[in-house]
C-alpha cells in the first residue's frame, strides 16, 4: 500500500463517465445489458463446446478457452463500473484497484495469445491440412493451452507488483472507466521514465509479436486460398477463418485506436467510449461471430 507523508492510500477515484452526467441511466442500462449477454453467451459456448463430441477440436478447444478468458474480462470490470454509473460513488479501494489491474491485464494478454494461438491452428488447418491431426494433437493444444494462461499470469503478476509501488500523492483520480497500467500512470508522483521503457519493451513482446504472426499466419492463408483451383473449395476454406479474423479484428481495432493514439484531454471522453468496444462489446460479439458464422456451433 502507497504512503505519501503521514497518510495512507486507501481509495481512488475513477473518473468514468462523470462528464456524461444526463446519461447516466442510458449508461447503466447498456452496460447491465452487456454485461449479462456476454456471461450468458460465453459460458453457453463453454457448454455446448464441452458437451458435443463433434466440436472436441483443436480450433473450438481455444474457441473454449477465450469463452472462459471472456467471462473474467469482463467480471473484473464491468461490475465495477456499472456500480459507478448507477450510484455515483466512483470510490475503488487500493485493493480493488489493483485487483482489478491484475486481472485485466492478465486476461487481456491471455486473449492475445489464445487469438495468436488460433491463428497458429487456421494457418495449419488450411496450409498443411495432410498434417494437421498430426501437428495440433491434443498435447500439443494443450500446451499451447497452458502456455498462455502461465504466461499472463506471471507477466500480469510482474506488472501490477511494478505498478502498486508507485506514489500516488498529487492525484487519486482515475481519468478512465478501470485501473489499467496506462490511466494509473498519469496520476503518479514517481518517476516513470525506466516504467514506460519496461512497458514498451512488453507492447513489442505481448502485443506486437502476436500481432504479427497473426497478420503473417493470415497472408500464408489467404495465398494458400487463392491457389486453390475450385470456387468451393476457396469459399470453404475462407469460411473456415472468417469468424476468428473478425474477431481478431474486433479485439485489435479498438486497442490501437485507444493505445497508439496521443494524449488529449479533449479527446478523453472519447477515448472512454472506445474503450467500452474491447472491454465489454467485443467480448459480447465473440459468441455470436462463432455461432452466428458456424454451422457446427449453430446446429450444437
Not at 197 to 217: A, K, N, R, W
Not at 267 to 276: V, Y
Request: glycine share 4%; aromatic share 12%.
Amino acid at each position: 500500500m502507497n504512503y505519501c507523508g503521514n497518510t495512507t492510500i486507501t481509495d481512488f477515484y475513477i473518473l468514468g463517465f462523470s462528464h456524461f452526467k444526463t446519461e447516466q441511466i442510458l449508461l447503466s442500462v447498456g452496460i447491465m445489458i452487456m454485461y449479462l449477454m456476454t456471461i450468458v453467451g460465453n459460458l453457453a459456448i463453454t457448454v455446448v463446446i464441452s458437451l458435443v463430441p463433434k466440436l472436441h477440436t483443436p480450433m473450438y478447444f481455444f474457441l473454449c478457452n477465450l469463452s472462459v478468458i471472456d467471462v473474467i474480462y469482463v467480471s473484473s470490470t464491468l461490475p465495477k463500473l456499472l456500480s459507478i454509473t448507477i450510484t455515483q460513488d466512483n470510490r475503488i479501494s487500493f485493493a480493488g484497484c489493483i485487483s482489478q489491474l491484475y486481472f485485466f491485464t492478465f486476461s487481456g494478454v491471455c486473449d492475445i495469445f489464445v487469438l495468436t494461438s488460433m491463428a497458429g491452428d487456421r494457418y495449419v488447418a488450411i496450409c498443411r491440412p495432410l498434417q494437421y491431426t498430426l501437428i495440433m494433437n491434443r498435447r500439443v493444444c494443450g500446451t499451447m493451452s497452458a502456455m498462455c494462461w502461465t504466461v499472463s499470469a506471471v507477466n500480469s503478476l510482474l506488472l501490477t507488483l511494478l505498478t502498486s509501488v508507485l506514489d500516488f500523492c498529487n492525484s487519486l483520480e482515475i481519468n478512465y472507466i478501470l485501473c489499467d497500467l496506462k490511466a494509473m500512470s498519469v496520476p503518479s508522483s514517481s518517476d516513470t521514465t525506466s516504467r514506460e521503457i519496461f512497458m514498451l519493451l512488453e507492447d513489442i513482446i505481448i502485443g506486437f509479436v502476436p500481432f504479427s504472426l497473426t497478420i503473417v499466419s493470415y497472408f500464408q492463408i489467404i495465398s494458400t486460398i487463392l491457389k486453390l483451383h475450385s470456387a468451393e473449395s476457396r469459399l470453404k476454406a475462407f469460411s473456415s477463418c472468417t469468424s476468428h479474423l473478425t474477431t481478431v479484428i474486433l479485439f485489435y481495432g479498438p486497442v490501437l485506436i485507444v493505445y497508439m493514439k496521443p494524449e488529449s484531454e479533449h479527446s478523453k471522453e472519447q477515448d472512454n467510449l472506445i474503450s467500452l468496444l474491447y472491454v465489454a462489446v467485443v467480448p459480447m460479439l465473440n459468441p455470436f461471430v462463432y455461432s452466428l458464422r458456424n454451422k457446427d456451433v449453430l446446429n450444437a
